[in-house]
């Protein structure tokens, strides 16, 4: 059984429209094949072959094989209805070169979708109630396209973007994350980690709090009318309050259980 046979083979890339992925993956498998240098440059042809030393022959044989060779893994990855569309096929290089005109667009529709793409980046805000991993996602959606399409996107531009972007509930970790750490040394994946720790801090002390207060209610809606009853009601309140204080007394402290103690103080 020979060596080959222990690995499995690669599986070629179907082009399904998104070219920027597509030229990736197939690049990738064609430079490890060592096919995309005929694939990039072609193949020179002589003028004349009949001068060429045997030496010069073997080589560009050798080309010309490599060439059919990358052609045929294009030929697999597009499918026929496209492949109908593309005028020039005879090498690898004008298959290549005709997908990148074709599908990457020119320069000026390129500069065209950056520039959209921009303006959404600006406009993206954090939502009230969302997530920190599906802002995340939203914003490293249209940071990637704008890479896709030429921006140079560094990291700084996109931590500097989300600090400025956060909900109201977030401003303490981020006066925190300016205040104790290298703004342009922080990678988005440390900041996402970040506030993944302070989004799950900022609800369980929520949790807990909203606990206390039904327990508070619950006890002076049981039965301790006005009076004598009142009074040990409200001394039961106050226990319940100082004790849930602890929990409460954070930041990032939760509206409406406020107003349900203001209620029952009321009461």
Known sequence: MGESSNFAQPSIPKFDGDYDHWSLLMENL??????FDVVKDGVEEPVNEEVLTEAQKKTLADARLKDLKAKNYLFSAIDKSILKTITLKE??????????????GNARVKRA???TLRRTFELLEMKNGE?????FTRVMMVANDMRNNGDDMQDVKIVEKILRTLTENFNYIVCSIEESKDIDSLSVD???SSLLVHEQKMRKPSNVAEEQVLKVSHEYRG???RGRGF??????????TVNASDVISSDIFNMNVRWRVRRIMQR
């Open 231 to 240: 009074s040990q009601g409200r001394g039961r309140f106050n226990k319940a």
């Open 131 to 135: 997530s920190i991993s599906n802002y």
């Open 91 to 104: 090498t690898s290089k004008q298959l290549w070169d005709s997908m990148k005109t074709k599908y990457q």
């Open 113 to 115: 979708q950056l520039q």
């Open 30 to 35: 064609l430079r490890s094949k060592e096919y």
């Open 190 to 192: 440390t900041l996402q």
């Open 223 to 225: 039965g301790r009318g």
